[in-house]
């Protein structure tokens, strides 16, 4: 059957769909003279499980893992219901702090006594440190992903068709030591968007092939090929700055800055992500 079949059989979009192939979740047979995915009821099959575990808050991760054998479905769901259980006593507990809050009346930031409002004090900031943990690794998947990219190449675009009517004549197309060096057309702002494009076709498939054997290796990629897309995103917009007169520094200090905090998040999510491996061997054990 065609995927639009498949759509009208699970109610998934073609997205989710292509989605669940591209994590190596699913993999329908191709039609032999046309190349077109067809798809079997096994695969539906497949699809509207992957459905349900996702509802249940299984990361797709875990779910490629217990399609592979790697990972047994019983223990995965008893830690994940584990999980759940934690994470909704934190927001019953939370509930329970705003209705306290609530009934003391309004209250400024700087007269928020936060011991007040919490029982236990070492409890409630356990809590914070533990949701704060799992963000980390959530953060990691979503700006590792092509939904992300998406998004950094409209909004890419969409600076280009806003800000070129009122660009100068010429803007900075290259710099040196942070300094503008080399000026070109204001057309050349819609170079950016397309430069998002090239740097996806070129970098992906060589990062996949360099990185394919490590851990988390797709998602890494995925995540560099974001971040140098940001980061054009960056030099963009501060170009628009720029040739206005609202910035006379060098761009480079600001993409440092991008830099650092690009780093920074990929440390915390991959250090999450290993701890979260190692948890599952030890429940495997």
């Known amino acids: ?5 498949v759509e009208e059989r699970t109610g998934l979009t073609r997205s989710n769909i292509r989605f669940y192939e591209k994590e190596g979740l699913l993999k329908p047979s191709r039609e032999k003279s046309s190349g077109y995915r067809n798809y079997s009821e096994e695969d539906v099959d497949c699809i509207q499980k992957i459905a349900f575990l996702r509802t249940l808050g299984i990361s797709v991760e875990d779910i490629g893992k217990i399609i592979s054998g790697k990972l047994p479905l019983y223990q995965t769901v008893e830690r994940q219901s584990k999980k759940l259980k934690e994470n909704l006593k934190a927001a019953e507990a939370s509930a329970l702090a705003c209705e306290k809050l609530l009934k003391s009346g309004p209250v400024s930031f700087e007269e928020l006594d ?9 409890d409630y900031w356990e809590r914070g440190r533990e949701l704060l943990r799992y963000d980390f690794a959530g953060l990691l998947h979503r700006l590792g992903s092509f939904k992300t990219w998406r998004i950094l190449f409209f909004l890419s675009l969409l600076v280009s068709i806003l800000v070129y009517p009122g660009l100068p004549a010429e803007i900075p197309i290259q710099w040196n030591q942070g300094a503008a060096v080399t000026m070109g057309i204001r057309e050349s702002i819609f170079v950016y968007p397309a430069v998002t494009i090239v740097w996806r076709m070129i970098l ?3 990062l996949y092939v360099t990185l394919g054997n490590s851990l988390h290796g797709g998602l ?3 995540y560099a090929v974001n971040g140098i897309c940001f980061a054009g995103l960056t030099v963009e917009i501060f170009t628009v700055f720029y040739s206005h007169g609202y910035i006379t520094i060098g761009v480079f200090p600001i993409l440092a800055v991008d830099a650092g905090v690009l780093l920074i998040l990929l440390a ?7 701890q979260n491996i190692r948890q599952t061997s030890a429940y495997r054990e």
């Open 204 to 206: 992906i498939p060589y």
């Open 1 to 5: 059957m065609t995927i639009a079949e």
């Open 220 to 222: 890494i990629a995925e």
């Open 114 to 122: 936060v011991e007040q409002y919490t029982t236990e004090t070492e």
């Open 268 to 274: 915390l999510g991959l250090k999450e992500l290993n």
